[in-house]
């Protein structure tokens, strides 16, 4: 076995044999657990809203207390007064001031919490109908034409490509490709907020002591290096690997489950394979790459292992810059000036253009372009700090991870003229 394998080896063995990844491994396991066993065992067990309803026409009350829902039911309540001692005591969630004119109806919801927007917007849909009922009666129309004058318009929003001058449809699922995209942002987003304290962590753990000294004798600097980052990669890859299997698994135990066959159904299998797809998945692993190898050259900054806090937090930042642009910008206002920009830029493009090209306002001329600059940059980022733990991996400073920057670029230099 080569040096840079023995490296790979004793650091991935090191890292997957930690109390460390294997709780990393378990939490999605235990979060989804812990949901799924509250729904299977509580969720029919949670008391449905009980809404008073006070009204000056009793017909009107005991026709809406016949009303069926899920998530509420209604209670008839003679005066306000009865209606405000029953909510002092907890006997209604809620309760409904039910005023009616020849003309229109008006609701006035009292509760001590709030029922939630969903049922709020219910009972305002109900209030509605009946209102339009009471004017239709009054211009004598029948229940065949309130439903027409009350039917919605029709409205549809079809993506399209040119080619050859002649406008055609484009086949492809921009919804499957969102969800992929706001899928990878977050896990390349975990991800490096994971793995970005092991790889510097691992770049510094023999920095301040003499055992550094001894391995130089034996290996190149470099192949130190990159034995160390590969290392703790793989271990990412295991990672990634392990969800990958546990998703199949749970699909094959769980597809004649209503949602996840409501889910399926919605989901274009030709979307997740075509050219689209491939490239967020190219994005995310990119990037992933890019965020390793500069935590990497962080970490081979610092003088003592304890210092990595600090030295990654340039990591942490920009990855929280670009997991913000790519959720509240990407999302709400994909084609905002801030967004173009950001995905042309490295560790920015990586959580900016998936969404771009996910909501159709990026082509993939412009995806692979960017794609592009993103991995010459990765290449050029890996040499140079390759380059910069040889000059700096046995120099101790203690001026802080910027002094430790200009000194380790200074003998590089100085390395260079030299030969």
């Keep these: 076995m080569s040096k840079m394998g023995i490296i790979i080896k004793d650091v991935y063995k090191k890292n997957v044999k930690s109390t460390a990844f294997v709780i990393m491994i378990l939490a999605p ?14 969720g029919d067990a949670n008391d449905i809203n009980k809404i008073g309803i006070v009204s000056d026409q009793p ?35 809620a ?8 003309e229109n109806v008006s609701g006035k919801l009292y509760s001590k919490a709030s029922l939630g927007t969903s049922t709020e917007t219910q009972l305002q849909q109900i209030l509605s109908s009946m209102q339009a009922t009471i004017r239709a009666n009054q211009l004598n129309l029948t229940t065949a034409q309130v439903q027409k004058v009350m039917e919605p318009a029709k409205f549809e929003s079809t993506k399209v ?20 995209s706001f899928l990878t942002t977050i896990i390349m987003f975990v991800f490096i907020i994971s793995y970005s ?27 130190h290096y990159y034995g160390k980052l590969l290392g703790v990669l793989l271990v990412a890859l295991t990672q990634l690997l392990i969800y990958g299997v546990a998703v199949v698994f749970g699909y094959r135990q769980f597809k004649d489950v209503a949602m996840v066959k409501d889910l399926i159904n919605n989901v274009s299998i030709k979307s997740l394979l075509g050219s689209g797809a491939l490239a967020i998945i190219a994005f995310m692993l990119v990037g992933l790459f890019l965020y390793a190898v500069l935590s990497a ?15 990654i937090q340039p ?9 913000m642009l790519g959720l509240i910008l990407g999302t709400s206002d994909p084609t905002n000036v801030i967004i173009k920009v950001t995905s042309y830029i490295p560790f920015l493009s990586s959580y900016s253009m998936p969404l771009r090209l996910a909501s159709g306002t990026a082509a993939m001329s ?49 390395d260079r003229k030299k030969k």
């Design 366 to 414: 412009s995806a692979f372009v960017s794609l592009g600059i993103l991995i010459v940059f990765t290449i050029l980022l890996t040499l140079f700090s390759a380059q910069l733990y040889k000059s700096n991996v046995l120099v101790y400073s203690e001026g802080g991870t910027l002094s430790a920057l200009k000194q380790s670029i200074s003998i590089m230099q100085n």
């Design 95 to 102: 309760y409904l001031d039910l005023k009616m004119s020849q």
């Design 315 to 323: 990591v942490m930042y920009l990855s929280m810059i670009g997991y």
């Design 161 to 180: 490509t040119f080619e050859n001058g002649k406008m055609q449809s484009d086949g492809g699922d921009s919804g499957t490709q969102f969800i992929l």
């Design 197 to 223: 304290s092991i790889i510097a962590q691992e770049i510094a753990s023999e920095k301040g002591t003499r055992i550094m000294e001894v391995l130089l004798s034996s290996m190149k600097a470099k192949t």
């Design 29 to 42: 396991f235990l979060v989804m657990g812990i949901f799924y066993l509250s729904q299977h065992f509580f």
């Design 59 to 93: 017909a009107v009350a005991e026709q809406l207390a016949k009303t069926k829902s899920e998530d509420y039911s209604f209670k008839i309540i003679s005066s306000d007064k009865k209606a405000q001692k029953q909510l002092e005591d907890k006997k209604v969630d």
């Design 297 to 311: 050259l962080c970490g081979s900054l610092v003088s003592k292992p304890e210092d990595t806090a600090k030295a």
